[in-house]
Structure formats: structure tokens, C-alpha cells
């Protein structure tokens, strides 16, 4: 089992910036990829970014390229997504999301951001 606690998420003024991190604990030796996903209200959860536990490789959804950072610390542990110029299409709650051999994933609760314009 893995767990997954988000923390950084809250309200902010378009175009400026959110930190938002992920801290995984228990088997996080299996964890392949770090990700994270949003829910915006009545939408599906969509992918934002994604990263290797070893810090080399991070993708993105097109609409966050050039404006999010995905990337690691704590041995792959602890991820961070930092969110610049936000738009109010980023508000939705973020999920953390660890993808283990066996494509097995464990999901955080999330955390909420709301941009206002």
C-alpha cells in the first residue's frame, strides 16, 4: 500500500502561483510514476503531469506545458507541481496519483485550487 497526502492548494488571483506538494509513504519503493490529475466541477478527471520517481522524465497535458513544473525530491518521495500564470481553467481539485509495477495505482484526496479572474 502507498499513501498519498496533497497540501499547497488554495485560492489565487489569475496569473499568479501555486506550490502544490505530494508526500507518499509505505511502499513507495514499487512507485514507477508520480502524477497528478485534476477534477474541475462537472468535468472528468483529466491528466496534468507526470514524472518518474527518478526525477527523469516528466510529461505533460498540453495545457499546462510551458506553465506547470513537475518534479521530485526526497528520493522520489515527495513531488511537487508548481502552477505559474494561472488561468481560471486550472481551478479544480488536484489529485496526487503513484503508479506502481503492475499498473496499479494509489490516489491521494486531493487538494483545491481556485483561481479567480
Known amino acids: 500500500q502507498v499513501q498519498l497526502v496533497e497540501s499547497g492548494g488554495g485560492l489565487v488571483q489569475a496569473g499568479g502561483s501555486l506550490r502544490l506538494s505530494c508526500a507518499a509513504s509505505?511502499?513507495?519503493?514499487?512507485?514507477?510514476?508520480m502524477r497528478w490529475f485534476r477534477q474541475a466541477p462537472g468535468k472528468e478527471r483529466e491528466f496534468v503531469a507526470r514524472?518518474?520517481?527518478?526525477?527523469?522524465?516528466?510529461d505533460y497535458a498540453d495545457s499546462v506545458k510551458g506553465r506547470f513544473t513537475i518534479s521530485t525530491a526526497n528520493a522520489g518521495n515527495t513531488v511537487y507541481l508548481q502552477m505559474t500564470n494561472l488561468e481560471s481553467e486550472d481551478t479544480a481539485v488536484y489529485y496526487c496519483?503513484?503508479?506502481?509495477?503492475?499498473?496499479?495505482?494509489?490516489w491521494g484526496k486531493g487538494t483545491q485550487v481556485t483561481v479567480s479572474s
Open positions: 496519483n503513484a503508479l506502481v509495477a503492475g499498473d496499479v495505482t494509489y
Open positions: 509505505g511502499r513507495t519503493f514499487g512507485i514507477n510514476y
Open positions: 514524472i518518474m520517481k527518478t526525477g527523469r522524465r516528466a
